[in-house]
T-cell receptor
Framework: AQRVTQPEKLLSVFKGAPVELKCNYSYSGSPELFWYVQYSRQRLQLLLR??SRESIKGFTADLNKGETSFHLKKPFAQEEDSAMYYCALGQGAQKLVFGQGTRLTINP | SAVISQKPSRDICQRGTSLTIQCQVDSQVTMMFWYRQQPGQSLTLIATANQGSEATYESGFVIDKFPISRPNLTFSTLTVSNMSPEDSSIYLCSVVRQGAYEQYFGPGTRLTVT
């Protein structure tokens, strides 16, 4: 069965410190992985997609098929990064399976 | 991007009643989905709304409980039938444009069943 695991429900780091949000998945085919973000009082929105291999708002994520991971990283956290982050696995017809989410808090 | 609106934004309903949630998109889209987010939980896909035909439901969700309509390419409804307190959740619709990969999410409908 397809599954996405985000082991940390809460993550708190200081401004300027590196951030890593963990995501592991189980999927029998070729996975399509995404990170979605929800800022306070805003709707869920796409942050980045593994295929694009781009950096958005300083965040990057590398798909590691050997470790079945898709961790989200940023070298220097900013206060505006505080939000709820969801890792998601894309299936046929683009249905998404979401992880439990990690609430990231950046302390000043 | 796609501009998505949902009505109502929130509601408080009594046990045993039904509520219909509307999802309206500002342009034609290929795919429309309905998700549920129970308190403290992640998003779970309920079904894919198919234009002109019956919705495709995920395991654990049935048409009698969550009937869905999609009369055209810009509109869909989800009904939560015979509600119980366990149905208290945020219900979200999402859309995907043809040839695109990004899902755009609506603002959600917060339902409380008493």
């Amino acid at each position: 069965a397809q599954r996405v695991t985000q082991p940390e429900k809460l993550l708190s780091v200081f401004k300027g410190a590196p951030v890593e949000l963990k995501c592991n998945y189980s999927y029998s085919g070729s996975p399509e992985l995404f990170w979605y973000v929800q800022y306070s009082r805003q709707r869920l929105q796409l942050l980045l997609r593994h295929i694009s291999r781009e950096s958005i708002k300083g965040f990057t994520a590398d798909l590691n098929k050997g470790e079945t991971s898709f961790h989200l990283k940023k070298p220097f956290a900013q206060e505006e990064d505080s939000a709820m982050y969801y890792c998601a696995l894309g299936q046929g017809a683009q249905k998404l399976v979401f992880g439990q989410g990690t609430r990231l808090t950046i302390n000043p | 991007s796609a501009v998505i609106s949902q009505k109502p934004s929130r509601d408080i309903c009594q046990r045993g009643t039904s509520l219909t949630i509307q999802c309206q998109v500002d342009s034609q889209v290929t795919m429309m989905f309905w998700y549920r987010q129970q308190p403290g939980q992640s998003l779970t896909l309920i079904a894919t709304a198919n234009q002109g035909s019956e919705a495709t439901y995920e395991s654990g969700f049935v048409i009698d409980k969550f009937p869905i309509s999609r009369p055209n390419l810009t509109f869909s409804t989800l009904t939560v039938s015979n509600m119980s307190p366990e149905d208290s959740s945020i219900y979200l619709c999402s859309v995907v444009r043809q040839g695109a990969y990004e899902q755009y999410f609506g603002p959600g409908t917060r339902l409380t069943v008493t």
